[in-house]
């Protein structure tokens, strides 16, 4: 089974690229990196060299000894067994964070060697912490990788329902028999989330018990790197921050409260985890801003925020709701006060509009789900766990800021009126396609 990733096109891009320089792919562990790499690898050049720093630390003392790229490329093809060729073999270097000379001599491949084509991937937390002459600024390309999204998980689950999707370009309701379909594998991706390796479980193994192992592998492997990166005294308290996301979204006002971390908790205590989890891409913090100015960062109210996972099926299995939830109607996205469906929401739009989301509030009389930037307009958004999307807070947020286009996304279907545009959960990641036709 092959999920069709859609940076799969930003590569071929990177590759033909005239002024090309190494690649450094980032995003949290288990999303999928070195797949995506070897893969593109194989289609696109005559032959892949994968180097590990983390699997061959004796790779390491190539990089150490000297910075002559044609020196290191003779020893890595002894390594690899026979010659790498420039243009013609794709070069990895996977877990680079592990090997801080070999992502400095990235700067000497793009000075010396640009005619090699240098993929490299690394975990966000790792290269942030790269300290001193390690990073090779100006002289790499960069590429995040994000979970899994729906349109990607639909190219594995139902390659009809996708071509379905990809041909709407009007804003009109969607036919029973399709839209009823596609709520059925929304509820299929709330099971597994966007990691890769779940989502094989489900769709190719169909095997929910391995799926749900999976996603607890992922969890504690999370949870063994804190150990890795961090002192002792501060594993307990990004163990705790860690565990209480589900209760922190499962609040009618989602606000983080350190408080909820533990009793008698202060933020100087947990800012250092939470900018840690921040880094290593685990979670997104979203910050309340104080109006819908532009550019929107610059309205940050820094002392409220709200804390979202990276993945929807990471939060699903860290709050230990059962799968057989699947069966009962639209309980999955009902959940935690329609967490899971909110971390859906904002893991797809993070992924797919520059800038992070923001949320708004007017004191207890309305809260705006999220705000995005969209060239020189501000749109707010509402996310709606079910049919029933009756709500004040965009009515609120119109009277007083006159957006030009209003979005809620819900169970219900495609439609426009009077400025508000109802998209259904499961086309989230055609929010800016259904924008342009919208206005």
């Known amino acids: 089974m092959e999920i069709k990733r859609t940076i799969l096109k930003k590569l071929t891009a990177w590759k033909q690229a005239p002024a090309r ?35 061959q630390p004796d790779l390491k ?9 044609p020196r290191i490329v003779q020893n890595l093809s002894l390594v690899h067994g026979q010659p790498i060729l420039p243009q013609k073999t794709l070069i990895i270097f996977d877990e680079i964070q592990e090997c801080n000379d070999a992502l400095n001599t990235l700067k ?19 290269v942030a912490m790269s300290r001193g002459n390690s990073f090779p600024v100006g002289k790499v390309d960069f590429l995040h990788l994000n979970p899994v999204c729906f349109s990607e998980f639909l190219s594995a689950a139902d390659t009809k329902l996708l071509d379905f999707l990809e041909r709407i370009d009007r804003i009109e309701p969607l036919p029973d028999i399709f839209f009823h379909q596609l709520v059925e594998k929304l509820k299929m991706y709330f099971i597994c989330g966007g990691m890769p390796e779940a989502v094989v479980a489900l769709l190719e193994k169909q095997d929910v018990e391995r799926t749900q192992q999976v996603l607890q592998n992922i969890v504690n492997a999370y949870a063994l790197d804190f150990s890795k990166h961090v002192k002792n005294k501060e594993i307990p308290k990004l163990n705790y921050l860690w565990s209480s996301i589900p209760s ?26 939470l900018i840690w989890l921040s880094h290593a891409g685990l979670v997104h913090r979203i910050f309340r801003i104080s109006k819908p100015g532009l550019p929107l960062s610059a309205y940050d109210d820094l002392s409220a925020f709200k804390l979202y996972l990276i993945d929807v099926g990471l939060l699903r299995r860290l709050s230990f709701l059962d799968p057989i939830a699947i069966r009962e109607g639209n309980r999955l996205f009902l959940e935690f006060r329609g967490a899971l469906s909110e971390n859906f929401i904002l893991q797809h739009l993070i992924a797919n509009f520059e800038g992070t989301p923001r949320y708004w509030t007017s004191g207890s009389q309305a809260e705006v789900d999220f705000l995005i930037q969209v060239k020189n307009d501000i749109i707010p958004i509402e996310v709606k766990s079910d049919e029933n999307t009756r709500s004040k807070s965009l009515s609120v947020y119109t009277g007083l800021y006159q957006p030009p286009v209003r979005i809620r996304f819900s169970l219900r279907n495609l439609k426009k009126d009077d400025g508000l545009l109802n998209i259904p959960l499961f086309m989230v990641d055609y929010t800016e396609k259904l924008l342009n036709l919208s206005y």
């Open 108 to 126: 000497y491949f793009c000075e010396n060697a640009p005619e090699y084509a240098v993929a490299s991937a690394g975990s966000l937390l790792g």
């Open 248 to 273: 922190q979204l499962a609040r009618d006002n989602k606000k983080f409260l350190y408080q909820a971390i533990k009793q008698g908790a202060r933020s100087r205590e947990y800012e250092d985890a």
């Open 21 to 55: 320089k190494p690649l450094l792919l980032q995003g949290a562990r288990q999303v999928g990196k070195t797949w995506l790499l070897t893969h593109f690898g194989a289609s696109e050049f005559d032959s892949v060299a994968y180097f590990n720093f983390e699997e």
């Open 61 to 69: 003392q190539f990089f150490e000894n000297t910075k002559d790229v």
